[in-house]
């Protein structure tokens, strides 16, 4: 049985055989569905406030209130 893949950026699933699996130094294993997904975590942007991702919240992100 093959086991599919998340994306770690946009939170789709990966069909088997394609996509990018990224290591980082600490040992932690990354999948992006494309190069896409990947250039936006190297950015740093915020799945969250990425319209087109799954992770997306509409409504805007609410910070913490002190």
Not at 35 to 47: A, F, H, I, V
């Amino acid at each position: 049985m093959v086991q599919l893949k998340t994306c770690s950026f946009c939170g789709y699933e990966i069909p088997p055989g394609t996509g990018i699996m990224y290591a980082l130094n600490d040992g932690k294993i990354l999948f992006f569905c494309s190069r896409k997904c990947l250039r936006n975590w190297e950015m740093g942007r915020d799945p969250r406030k990425i319209p087109w991702t799954k992770l997306y919240v509409k409504g805007g992100i609410k910070g913490k209130k002190k």
